[in-house]
């Protein structure tokens, strides 16, 4: 998210400098949710529909991180970023949730003109676990909050492989668990499983 310059100045006149934050280096995990019908709707040039898709979305990722403590950083429309902190087991836990909530949306099919009579999911997402920088950085016009690293550089790749509906987790994300054989349990209780071991990543499935 960035904030203008002339609403940094009359924060600051009113409260000193909240901006001048130095990033500090904690370990998150990270959510990076794709809406699958993003690159199609653009291609057709169906702005209209491609602006309320992308509305609704950001809706959507906003409570389901609000719901589980977790903070929406950024949402370039095709693609958003979320970030949970706290105790790594806890933030991993969280974060599942949050995406197999996310994993469950559907929505009606559409093509120009007409709506088929089936849904699909609406998200492909990506979990990643890591040390990263979170603060606020370029504080000279423009002040942008967000959570930077290798964790999060990871999840933007990985959700590209992601189909509508799938979970893609790393190992990172895995080990943030404290015990791989804690996370058997975390999946099973949110109604997942694991479907793939991809080497350095899981991808998982819900029954539907």
């Known amino acids: 998210m960035t904030i203008p310059k002339s ?28 809406v699958a019908a993003y690159d199609k709707l653009a291609a057709d040039g169906r702005l209209q529909t491609l ?19 977790g903070y929406l950083e950024e949402s370039l429309g095709r693609v958003t970023q979320v970030v949970f902190t706290g105790p790594q087991p806890v933030q991993a836990a969280a ?11 559907t929505r009606p099919t559409e093509s120009p003109g007409r709506t088929i009579g ?14 990263c920088a979170r603060g606020t950085f370029g504080r000279k016009n423009r002040a942008i909050g967000i959570s930077i690293g290798g964790a999060c550089a990871r999840a933007y790749r990985i959700v590209e492989s992601a189909g509508p509906g799938e979970i893609i987790l790393d190992d990172a994300f895995r080990r943030a668990f404290e015990s791989s054989d804690a996370l058997l349990p975390a999946l099973q209780a949110v109604g997942a499983m694991y479907a793939v071991d991809e080497g350095t990543c899981f991808r998982v499935v819900r029954p539907r």
């Open 51 to 69: 602006s309320e898709v992308v509305s609704r979305s950001v809706d959507e990722l906003a409570e389901s991180a609000e719901r589980e403590d």
């Open 118 to 131: 089936k849904t699909a999911p609406v998200y492909g997402i990506a979990l990643t676990a890591g040390l």
């Open 95 to 105: 974060a599942l949730r949050a995406a197999t909530a996310l994993a469950e949306i």
């Open 7 to 34: 609403i940094i100045d009359e924060i600051r006149s009113r409260r000193g400098d909240p901006f001048d934050r130095s990033p500090e280096f904690i370990p998150i995990c990270v959510l990076v949710a794709r």
